[in-house]
Nanobody
Framework: DVQLQASGGGLVQAGGSLRLSCATSGFTFENYAIGWFRQAPGKEREGVICSGRAGARSVYADSVNGRFTISRDNAKNTVYLQVNSLKPEDTAVYYC????????????????WGKGTLVTVSS
């Protein structure tokens, strides 16, 4: 079975940092793009950042540019999202998702999803 498990969320003060992890199993990790999406209360799910099959990175949310960094460890089948300089508007449930080869900013294009991890940023 395909599984993606996001973890690492929590409550943090504005300006703080977190490291989110997405542990995966059940598919050939190195052949998949893994993206992070987030959904704030009352808002649509948005693509944030993605690591493509060959490690190419795509940032979809302008507001996180320079603050969020994605990395992947093919040996551990895990993708990490380092989030720095957090702002209250970053508060959301963060999801990781997978699709073969290429990244996409569109949630509908992703094939597999994990349960999210909640990030709450207090002002």
């Amino acid at each position: 079975d395909v599984q993606l498990q996001a973890s690492g969320g929590g409550l943090v003060q504005a300006g703080g940092s977190l490291r989110l992890s997405c542990a995966t199993s059940g598919f050939t990790f190195e052949n998949y793009a893994i993206g992070w999406f987030r959904q704030a209360p009352g808002k649509e799910r948005e693509g944030v950042i993605c690591s493509g099959r060959a490690g190419a990175r795509s940032v979809y949310a302008d507001s996180v540019n320079g603050r969020f960094t994605i990395s992947r460890d093919n040996a551990k089948n895990t993708v990490y999202l380092q989030v720095n300089s957090l702002k209250p508007e970053d508060t959301a449930v963060y999801y990781c998702a997978a699709r073969p080869y290429l990244c996409s900013r569109d949630a509908i294009a992703m094939r597999h999803w994990g349960k999210g991890t909640l990030v709450t940023v207090s002002s």
